[in-house]
């Protein structure tokens, strides 16, 4: 089992920055890639960026340029850092971990709330 912890999220306005943490705890050597979803009312969850455990990225297209996603391995920490931050941002977020595993396992956050305002 994994556990995942989220922080960091709130209001900001529109052209502010925002950093979101997820800290993993648990069977943590288990974890192979660690992303971030977002999911707006009334619509789907989405991926926002992906990071493994090598350190390939993969971002939506809809951040690229304005969102960094990181990985502190010794720390068991995921960062999402969110620049220029549009209103159209506005979700919850969720922290996922994907396993090794064959079929890999996932595991969620809480979520946290971002809004940002015009």
């Known amino acids: 089992q994994v556990q995942l912890v989220e922080s960091g999220g709130g209001l900001v306005q529109a052209g502010g920055s925002l950093r979101l943490s997820c800290a993993a705890s648990?069977?943590?050597?288990?974890?192979?890639?660690m992303g971030w979803y977002r999911q707006a009312p009334g619509k789907q969850r989405e991926l926002v960026a992906a990071i493994t455990s090598g350190g390939s990225t993969n971002y939506a297209d809809s951040v690229k340029g304005r969102f960094t996603i990181s990985r502190d391995n010794a720390k068991n920490t995921v960062y999402l850092q969110m620049n220029s931050l549009k209103p159209e941002d506005t979700a919850v977020y969720y922290c996922?971990?994907?396993?090794?595993?064959?079929?890999?396992?996932?595991?969620w956050g809480q979520g946290t709330q971002v809004t940002v305002s015009s």
């Open positions: 648990g069977s943590i050597f288990s974890i192979n890639a």
């Open positions: 996922n971990a994907q396993t090794v595993s064959s079929p890999p396992d996932d595991y």
